[in-house]
């Protein structure tokens, strides 16, 4: 084993190759190369290549080291495996250098306020932390990875999708559903019952509240419920996917800034894991539902009803007075900004409730990500 003496006559910098070492070890005890093959049983050749750093110290050579030298085989196999270790950081580094350009492509913005890269980072440091925020060991792994299975981003035709802001909202919701208590496994039943519910927490007094209520809800449901606001240029109200066979997630943002929507988005996307349970991922776009997408127009369907009756849809379409709207939210038991939405969709009159629909604020979306433990 390596004596206190033999230890303090180095001072290891695991980037020197081990062969150096082995090499001022020899020059400081005058063993020349060809008595340490010799003593090893080794070839001249051999020891010179590694002396000279053409070739590592294997583990069947390090122990013959610790038999001639006496000096523990566990230095010389750490010595090399160190070294290697640092080629192949200078190595990584010099090709992540490389992938400047796709790292890039993410709003620094949304990066910086998830603590997922600091703006005094050089580039190939960004690329390298956002690799590793995706579990990935390149572009291209992001590409097969994040965005050929996960979601397709070019259903419409209408408008373009950003794909590496759409790919890093969908991992930052992921990352906050990880962190979410941990929830019993999906129980449609419940989930249905919990449909019914939401209708009446978009009454509370906030956004905030409502939310918080349907989050616990869902929890009790088996469904991961969370908050990330919106990436540049994603265009995404919500989305369904799975993060295992029965813990289903769903992810809103505050698209439109408009409360109406954000609680139509919830159960359009609570329709989704209800009636398309096949472990499918849902990512709700602006405009995707013009498309005429059979599995689109059921959740809308599905969160038309659960929110209002046909009979109060009905009801709501007859008003004529801002007033008339107002009467109708508290005795239907809805937020106002439900029944005014659903009069300006129904009339296209927004001259009589829109401004009743209200707007998301900043301070409403802090909250909704404090809640959700996403920032």
């Avoid at 190759?17 to 070839?43: D, F, K, N, Y």
Wanted: proline share 4%; charged share 25%; net charge neutral.
């Amino acid at each position: 084993m390596m004596s206190t003496d033999q230890a303090s006559e180095f001072t290891p910098d695991w980037s020197v190759h081990p062969g150096a070492l082995l090499r001022r070890v020899l020059e400081r005890r005058g063993i020349r190369q060809s008595e340490l093959a010799e003593r090893t049983g080794l070839t001249p050749k051999h020891i010179n290549q590694v002396v000279s750093e053409n070739i590592g110290i294997s583990g069947d050579m390090a122990i013959l080291l610790e038999r001639v030298l006496g000096i523990d085989a566990q230095f010389w196999v750490r010595a090399d495996a160190d070294y290697q270790a640092y080629i192949s950081s200078l190595k990584a580094k010099e090709q992540v250098s490389e992938y400047a350009p796709w790292a890039k492509s993410f709003d620094l913005a949304t990066l910086e306020r998830h603590g997922i890269v600091e703006r005094r980072d050089n580039m190939a440091t960004r690329a390298e932390k956002i690799l590793k925020f995706f579990g990935v060991a390149s572009p291209d792994a992001f590409e097969q990875t994040w965005l050929r299975p996960r979601v397709s981003f070019r259903r419409s035709k209408s408008f373009t999708v950003h794909e590496p802001n759409t790919a890093l909202w969908l991992r930052l919701v992921e990352r906050s559903a990880e962190a979410a208590s941990e929830v019993p496994p999906l129980r449609l039943s419940v989930l249905r019952k919990i449909a019914r519910e939401i209708p009446g927490m978009t009454s509370l007094p906030s956004i905030a509240d409502g939310f918080t209520a349907a989050r616990a809800a869902l929890a009790d449901a088996g469904v991961v419920l969370t908050f990330v606001r919106q990436v540049p240029g994603t265009r995404v109200g919500g989305a369904t996917w799975w993060l295992s066979a029965d813990r289903p997630v769903i992810g809103l943002t505050e698209r439109n800034r408009k409360s109406d929507i954000f609680w139509f988005n919830l159960l359009h996307e609570i329709g989704h894991v209800l009636l398309h349970p096949k472990r499918v991922t849902f990512l709700d776009l602006e405009s995707d539902r013009s498309l005429a997408d059979p599995a689109e127009q059921e959740a809308d369907r599905f969160a038309e009803q659960s929110i209002l009756s046909d009979a109060a849809r009905a009801e709501i379409a007859k008003a004529a007075t801002r007033e008339q709207l107002l009467i109708l939210s508290a005795r239907l038991g809805v937020n106002v900004s439900i029944v005014a939405g659903h009069h300006g969709y129904m009339t296209n009159k927004w001259y009589v409730g829109g401004k009743l629909r209200g707007t998301l604020t900043e301070e409403d979306i802090d909250a909704l990500e404090h809640i959700s433990g996403s920032t």
